[in-house]
């Protein structure tokens, strides 16, 4: 699998866009790029998944560089519910089968 | 829709000490993950099942640890002997067949002293 670069930690401020950058420059053409977050003391929630084009669903935006070595996830309006870590994973297949975390960023929303 | 369930949430054994973990996955999800995560870490994949069998067991740590998911629906997952280094948080997850994502339950906090 290929890996992923996210910065450790950020933050970002109630109310506003939250803009999470990653780094996947070994990603291969059948893989796909896949965001999940985790609250404290929570198992892992999906957010969302794209392989080339941008994605947006109910919760958030993946944009992915036309090279595809890199994405975004926007969180358009930070609350401080989506204080949390996001893990950017890529993962061969739609099936995504097996996610390989790394350490992912810890986002905190401040008021 | 009801999420994936486990048990116990947390638990304190001894090393040396047995303890088994439950999950039951989302109805009708076929392929069910048990992942480790140590403090500040990620999630470790530790095995997944297809159905009642299994897909990769490459991490499982064959010596102590053992899964079974009889009926294709339940799973446990046994520590035995446990280590000091088994305290960890033990996920488990589900995926319907033909969607990317997984969804995780809240977990089972393990700690060995």
């Known amino acids: 699998d290929a890996k992923t670069t996210q910065p450790t930690s950020m933050d970002c401020a109630e109310g506003r866009a939250a803009n999470l950058p990653c780094n996947h420059s070994t990603i291969s053409g059948n893989e796909y790029v896949y965001w999940y977050r985790q609250i404290h003391s929570q198992g892992p929630q999906y957010i969302i998944h794209g392989l080339k084009n941008n994605e947006t669903n109910e919760m958030a935006s993946l944009i992915i560089t036309e090279d595809r070595k890199s994405s975004t996830l926007i969180l358009p309006h930070a609350t401080l519910r989506d204080t949390a870590v996001y893990y950017c994973?890529?993962?061969?297949?739609?099936?995504?089968?097996?996610?390989?975390f790394g350490g992912g960023t810890r986002v905190l929303v401040k008021p | 829709e009801a999420g994936v369930a486990q048990s116990p949430r947390y638990k304190i054994i001894e090393k040396r000490q047995s303890v088994a973990f439950w999950c039951n996955p989302i109805?009708?999800?076929?392929?069910l993950y048990w992942y480790q995560q140590i403090l500040g870490q990620g999630p470790k994949l530790l095995i997944q099942?297809?159905?009642?069998?299994?897909?990769?067991d490459s991490q499982l740590p064959k010596d102590r640890f053992s899964a079974e998911r009889l009926k294709g629906v339940d799973s446990t997952l046994k520590i035995q002997p446990a280590k000091l280094e088994d305290s960890a948080v033990y996920l488990c997850a589900s995926r319907p067949t033909g969607a990317g994502e997984q969804y995780f339950g809240p977990g089972t906090r393990l700690t060995v002293t």
């Open positions: 109805s009708g999800h076929a392929t």
């Open positions: 994973i890529v993962n061969p297949g739609a099936a995504g089968n097996k996610l390989t």
């Open positions: 099942f297809q159905n009642n069998g299994v897909v990769d």
